[in-house]
């Protein structure tokens, strides 16, 4: 199983970034997929949640509800994240992952950087 996320780039402070996560190795439907991002020294932090096994639920943290969006494309096997009214706050590294429906995030991807400059 592989996860390749990218998009990441520098952007201004109320631009927008979309995020791929391509999969290989498995099938997209049997997985949950979220988004994850971690600045240097803090703790990572999940941001966007899409959950498997048919389901449509997706949950977003409360820093960026109204502002991201997680879907995903069984036909491409991809995971996006789309990032709109982007804050300086949002830069970060970003990590996709994926989680068997009821298991833990065993699968991670590289991690693709995002830079909002004010």
């Known amino acids: 199983v592989q996860l390749q996320a990218s998009g990441g780039g520098l952007v201004q402070a109320g631009g927008s970034l979309r995020l791929s996560c391509a999969a290989s190795?498995?099938?997209?439907?049997?997985?949950?997929f979220a988004w994850f991002r971690q600045v240097a020294g803090k703790e990572r932090e999940g941001v966007a949640y899409?959950?498997?096994?048919?389901?449509?639920?997706?949950v977003y943290s409360d820093s960026v509800k109204g502002r991201f969006s997680i879907s995903r494309a069984d036909d491409e096997n991809t995971v996006y994240l789309q990032m709109n009214m982007l804050k300086p706050d949002d830069t970060a590294v970003y990590y996709c992952a994926a989680a068997r429906v009821g298991g833990s995030y065993d699968y991670w991807g590289q991690g693709t950087l995002v830079t909002v400059s004010s």
């Open positions: 190795g498995l099938k997209l439907a049997n997985y949950a």
């Open positions: 899409s959950a498997g096994g048919g389901r449509s639920t997706t």
